[in-house]
């Protein structure tokens, strides 16, 4: 997942841009919104994992299922 990606997601789980210049890339959310986020994550990574799964079962090459974090 790239930096774009987990920032959709958060604006998407509720967070807000920090109103403080300084803190450009700070971002603020209510208590409820980081549970959401983490769903949000989870849900993208299964379908990470679903798509490079199926990418293996068409092709029977194991290079799509390397480690996720390695990515």
Do not use: Q
Not at 1 to 26: Q, V, Y
Not at 32 to 56: G, H, M, S, T, W
Request: proline share 6%.
């Amino acid at each position: 997942m790239t930096r774009d990606d987990i920032i959709k997601l958060a604006r998407e789980a509720g967070f807000e841009d920090h109103s403080n210049p300084e803190l450009w890339d700070c971002m603020i959310a209510p208590y409820n919104a980081i549970a959401r986020f983490a769903a949000l994550v989870a849900a993208a990574e299964r379908e990470a994992c679903r798509r490079a799964f199926d990418a293996y079962l068409l092709t029977s090459d194991p290079g799509p299922l390397r480690a996720r974090g390695n990515a």
